[in-house]
């Protein structure tokens, strides 16, 4: 069995947004990465914080740009207009979840598509499902890093997703079709969970639910991906009992230390190097 290390994906696309960063310096270009926070949820101020801290160590310029939950829906549209404008700013990151009381679908299609780094305006989910390049979001695109860092191929294989959000099972499904793979979605009205899952030779658990993925669920030798990140005790954990598992795959990613690691890389690279193939 091999531990698909999310550090190692990490760290080789980190070189390559130094590299990038390193000719942008060398044009004068100090490119800015502008995290776009509404109200107090507090999972998604941590990790703004941990954003801004990662891309300022790389070098990246990043400003968080707060609103007050009373903020008029139009004033969060005119700052989003003013970074559209903004020369220096390369990405524009909306965190969510938003206030309830905001149109999410308006204000997001309201970034332009050229800084939509995390992949969430119309135009950009479009172009995954055509095949264009684009933004992809960073999590899928955090998945199909690790599957290339490691040779692992999708060309036929039966990938299995559970999981169906806009963010991460959808575009992720569409990834792994475009690389030729066969592709089943499960979700919670799936009838037979398990059926599905044990046809997999990749399977990839997004679902947020802790330990959903028990040992009989798994064929021998699949390629385990577990996206979801869940606070257990004050720990975190998959969706993947790995314990069990682990014996019975080919390859496995942990969490910590999987795919979460590699997502906050993708969102620099993708405020760097700018719009990527999405096959
Ligand atoms: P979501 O809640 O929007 O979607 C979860 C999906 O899983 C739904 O489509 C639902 O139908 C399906 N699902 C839930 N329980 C199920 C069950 N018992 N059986 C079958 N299907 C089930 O969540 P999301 O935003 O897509 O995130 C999924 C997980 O990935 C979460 O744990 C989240 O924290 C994690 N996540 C991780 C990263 C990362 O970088 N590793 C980034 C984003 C999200």
Redesign the pocket.
């Known amino acids: 069995m091999q531990i698909l290390d999310g550090k190692k994906v990490a760290a080789f696309h980190r070189e390559r947004v130094e590299r990038k960063l390193g000719d942008l310096l060398e044009h004068h270009i100090q490119p800015e990465l502008a995290i776009l926070r509404v109200g107090d949820d507090k999972p998604s101020a941590l990790y703004a914080g941990s954003l801004q801290r990662v891309a300022q160590s790389v070098g990246i310029t990043a400003e968080i740009y707060h609103k007050d939950v009373s903020a008029r829906e139009n004033e969060i549209i005119s700052m989003i207009e003013h970074l559209n404008e903004k020369k220096s700013v390369y990405g524009i990151l909306l965190m969510m979840p938003m206030p309830e009381q905001y149109n999410v679908y308006r204000i997001v299609n309201c970034i332009s598509p050229a800084k939509d780094v995390d992949g969430l305006t119309d135009v950009n989910i479009a172009h995954v499902f055509t095949g264009q390049p684009g933004f992809v979001p960073?999590?899928p695109r955090?998945v199909m890093a690790v599957l290339d860092y490691y040779h692992i191929p999708l060309v036929g294989k039966e990938v299995v997703i559970?999981?169906?959000?806009?963010?991460?099972?959808k575009p992720l499904a569409q990834l792994c079709l475009n690389r030729n793979a066969t592709v089943t979605h499960?979700?919670?009205?799936?009838r037979d969970?398990q059926a599905e899952t044990c046809r997999a030779d990749i399977l990839i658990?997004?679902?947020?639910?802790a330990g959903?993925i028990r040992a009989d669920m798994v064929k021998p030798g699949a390629v385990v991906i577990?996206?979801?990140?869940?606070r257990i005790d004050g720990k975190i954990t998959?969706?993947v009992a790995y314990d069990e598992v682990a014996p019975i795959a080919g390859a496995i990613t942990p969490?910590p230390g999987?795919?979460?690691?590699?997502?906050?890389m993708m969102m620099l690279e993708n405020v760097i190097c700018g719009q990527t193939p999405t096959d």
């Open positions: 960073c999590t955090a559970i999981g169906r959000s806009n963010v991460v099972g499960c979700h919670t009205r799936t969970l658990a997004a679902a947020g639910k959903l577990d996206v979801g990140i869940n998959g969706d969490v999987g795919i979460g690691s590699v997502t906050t």
